[in-house]
């Protein structure tokens, strides 16, 4: 993701800054996954492994990037509590 774009995403419901997730959140992310304990904020099953993704630091919330595109919805995003 290029570093202009990472410069202006924020979080659309905290309105808050994110950055890249990094090894250790993308590992989390997939480990829950893998285990079957992983669910959008919607309440939907997540099974597809994360990649890439977004993160807002303080309040936790992870958002995917799918084939480079960043998933800005709060719904299905992760809460990482």
């Known amino acids: 993701m290029s570093p202009e774009l990472l ?3 924020v979080c659309p419901r905290s309105k808050k800054k994110l950055t890249l997730a990094d090894t250790a959140t993308l ?8 285990a079957g304990k992983c669910r959008e ?8 492994t994360a990649r890439e993704g ?3 630091k303080e309040t936790g919330v992870f958002y995917f990037i799918r084939e480079g ?3 800005l919805i709060y719904e299905n995003a992760l809460e990482l509590k």
């Open 7 to 9: 410069e202006i995403l």
């Open 27 to 34: 590992a989390r992310v997939n480990a829950l996954i893998q």
């Open 41 to 48: 904020i919607s309440g939907a099953e997540i099974s597809e």
């Open 54 to 56: 977004l993160l807002q």
């Open 69 to 71: 595109i960043p998933v």
